[in-house]
């Protein structure tokens, strides 16, 4: 989004007015359009991060916080009005004095909410009676909103409503909880709007942020080129396929790689063209193993968009973990901002419980049953499902019954993903994910249905026409770590790898003329170039010419230029590089493991001032430092580092005070510190050192060091060298 939506909010974030605006509004703008609402909140929404405005008990008006994701905002704004706003009446009158209160509903009121794809809502409407499909349509059309929620008021039960691609309403998901209404939501969402949405283009105007525009990174790291390719030939020759096996080029995209058989084109020749297959088939891969087949009449930034989306919705956090993620990047973002005066040196988030793990991926069960039940003929007594999955290869197979005819429906793609995000849910657990779901459902006229569920998990050899080939479950097993693997399973995975080695990976040759991707409109624009780095021989200049993502990178000993933002070496003040490496045990469950890299180069002010920013990540116990960050750290301690040492010494040898890692006051008496306050003469400190991600003073005969210093601080990394030099 282009502008900024003001949005003027009840405690509830029931919107009251909306306006939007070109500029960011002041404090004063977002005061006054919450007083002509009557109301103690305003939000300010631009793109997918939110400034929330919010008036306290005295009438006060203030920033809450500023953006922040959706769901801090609305954790936020609980909380304030908790602590601002007098407890209501115990019989749900308006409370004496309070301007903006409300009375409740009563508790077997229905209450429906009209809400986007986020949860936010747009409007209310309360009922007497259970409200019905049209009720529900009514309201979503009123507050153009694709998707109704109704439950009691005093209830954890809603049933979820939506509004598909050809207008029509319909009954997403009924009786479940808030959670898995969201994934049902999401996963709607993702089937019905998102590829119009995509096909609209990659940025058009006033198109919205959507919760499944990014993916993150699966723990075991990208996949190689190589090893995509690799898989992509091995899905070829298993359903003998018309394509070539020999060549492939694979371009890298968000959630994966994108390989095809390239096209030699004689460009000597106008009418070559006339010769070039349309419609080849393009193969999308993702870092976790999952290989789809598409037509190159698709455009590939659609389709890749697509694929994205459902890797995102797949692998995303729980809604609870995923506000708590969020929560500690904000408490952290802040008391970093602060310079660490807040005094915070850890936010720990604790893993799910096996119960709360179990719950989530059993309750998505009903939905999907109740998804399958459309699909069956008029008149219907009872299904059978059969799921076999692995990350990379499925199997899927639907029965329905009526009396003693039967009839196979085949599962359509939106249902497998819905059935891939409950196996990725379910592999939280202890024993992993299934090898197999089970699910059976039956009702007669007059009755409740009734639903059975067995997870397989290869306790016995599966049925043949479930088994998948050995690779699939390498793949599975990498994708997933298992403490255990059943033999038969072990035997076949390796039995059939010992005797028909996979293929080996393949890597596309050098053309004769000129090479392109299948005909489609991204032909025109290029894969990311690879890395290219100088020797590091006598007499070479560094330069770094890559991209991350597809952000471009360039760094030489002159200019340092990432996206839209450069600066010169000469004019850089200061500096900060860090790592961090997080591994996160949680009970009866894998230890998972991420890993960020950071670099930023700047001027003063910090906070305001000219800088380039650059963030790596990778998940993975052992995963591997990235080239790039690896080049502009030793690009600035080389050309960079001596400068500013040289500047800062001097500094202090004329007499003046300094600042270092952002707290830390240097002079020729000593150093001096606010937070925690102390000052220390150059003769009682013993040594600075970095460890951990902090630069670590020691004072003489003191086992603790009496000061850590973040590296992520501007000129924390000279801080070792610096108080060398000035004692030497």
């Known amino acids: 989004m282009t502008g900024y939506v003001m949005a003027a909010t009840d405690a509830d974030g029931k919107r009251l007015g909306e306006r939007t605006v070109s500029t960011a509004p002041t404090l004063g703008e977002a005061a006054a359009f919450g007083d002509g609402h009557r109301t103690n909140y305003v939000s300010v929404r631009h793109g997918h991060d939110i400034t929330l405005y919010g008036r306290d008990a005295t009438g006060t008006w203030s920033v809450l916080v500023a953006d922040a994701p959706a769901p801090v905002v609305v954790e936020l704004r609980r909380r304030h009005d908790a602590q601002c706003r007098p407890e209501r009446a115990w019989d749900g009158s308006p409370q004496v004095g309070d301007p903006f209160a409300h009375a409740l509903a009563p508790e077997d009121d229905y209450v429906l909410t009209a809400i986007d794809v986020d949860g936010e809502p747009f409007g209310q409407r309360v009922t007497s009676t259970a409200p019905t499909l049209a009720e529900a349509a009514e309201l979503g059309d009123l507050h153009e909103a694709d998707y109704v929620t109704a439950g009691r008021d005093d209830g954890d039960v809603v049933t979820l409503y939506g509004r598909d691609a050809d207008g029509f309403w319909s009954v997403i998901a009924a ?25 609209a283009g990659s940025d058009p105007v006033g198109r919205r942020d959507h919760p499944l525009d990014r993916t993150s990174t699966p723990e075991g790291g990208r996949m ?3 090893r995509a390719i690799s898989l992509v030939v091995e899905r070829i020759r298993a359903r003998r396929l018309d394509y070539p096996t020999q060549g492939l080029a694979a371009d890298r995209f968000e959630a994966g790689w994108s390989v095809y058989a390239p096209v030699d084109v004689d460009e000597s020749d106008p ?3 006339l010769d070039m297959p349309v419609g080849r088939s393009v193969f999308l891969v993702s870092d976790a193993g999952r290989v789809k087949e598409i037509s190159s009449s698709i455009p590939p930034r659609q389709a890749e968009e697509m694929f994205t989306a459902e890797e995102a919705y797949v692998r995303r956090r729980p809604a609870e973990e995923r506000f708590m993620a969020e929560l500690r990047d904000e408490v952290m973002r802040l008391d970093s901002a602060s310079e660490g005066s807040a005094g915070i040196g850890s936010f720990t988030v604790d893993a799910p419980t096996e119960e709360v793990a179990a719950a989530r991926a059993g309750r998505l069960l009903g939905p999907i049953a109740q998804q399958l039940a459309l699909l069956g003929p008029p008149g219907w007594d009872r299904f059978a499902a059969v799921f076999s999955f692995t990350v990379s290869g499925e199997v899927a197979q639907l029965r329905f019954w009526s009396g003693d005819r039967s009839t196979e429906v085949r599962v359509p793609e939106q249902m497998a993903l819905l059935v891939r ?13 299934w090898w197999r779901l089970l699910l059976t459902v039956s009702h007669s006229a007059g ?11 290869g306790d016995r050899p599966l049925p043949d026409d479930h088994l998948l080939a050995p690779e699939h479950y390498r793949d599975d097993l990498a994708a997933y770590p298992r403490a255990h693997t059943p033999a038969w399973l072990s035997a076949h995975v390796t039995g059939v790898g010992a ?4 293929p080996a990976p393949h890597t596309a040759p050098p053309a004769a003329g000129a090479t392109s991707r299948p005909p489609g409109p991204r032909q025109d624009r290029p894969a990311p170039p690879p890395t290219r780095q100088a020797s590091a021989r006598p007499g070479q200049v560094p330069v770094l010419d890559t991209n991350v993502g597809w952000t471009s990178l360039h760094a030489d000993p002159e200019v340092i230029t990432y996206g839209r933002k450069s600066i010169a070496l000469d004019q850089v003040e200061w500096i900060s590089y860090w790592a961090t490496h997080t591994a996160e045990k949680r009970f009866l469950f894998p230890t998972t493991y991420d890993n960020t890299w950071d670099f930023r180069v700047g001027r003063y002010p910090y906070y305001g001032g000219p800088q380039v920013s650059v963030h790596f990540s990778r998940a993975g116990h052992q995963a591997e430092q990235p080239e790039e960050w690896t080049f502009l750290v030793n690009l600035v301690r080389q050309y960079l580092e001596p400068r500013l040492l040289t500047e800062l010494v001097a500094q202090v040898r004329r007499g003046e005070t300094i600042t270092v890692g952002g707290s830390v006051k240097v002079s020729q008496d000593g150093i001096a510190c606010a937070k925690p306050r102390l000052s220390l003469p150059w003769e009682s400190i013993s040594s600075a050192q970095p460890h951990s991600g902090m630069v670590r003073i020691h004072q003489a005969g003191v086992e603790k060091p009496v000061l850590t210093v973040p590296l992520s601080h501007p000129n924390a990394a000279l801080i070792p060298d610096l108080f060398a030099t000035l004692t030497s």
Do not use: I, K
Not at 188 to 197: E, G, S
Not at 421 to 433: C, D, N, S, T, V
Not at 447 to 457: E, F, G, K, L, S
């Open 175 to 199: 009786d479940v909880d808030v959670e898995t209404a969201e994934e049902m939501c999401l996963w709607f969402d993702l089937t019905q709007h998102y590829p119009v949405r995509s096909s």
């Open 421 to 433: 995000r409950q196996r990725h849910l379910a592999a939280r657990m202890p024993a992993g994910p």
């Open 499 to 502: 005797g028909e080695p996979a």
């Open 224 to 226: 190689a080129a190589s």
């Open 447 to 457: 009755t409740n249905a009734r639903m059975t569920t067995d997870y397989d998990y």
């Open 271 to 273: 009418m070559a063209f």
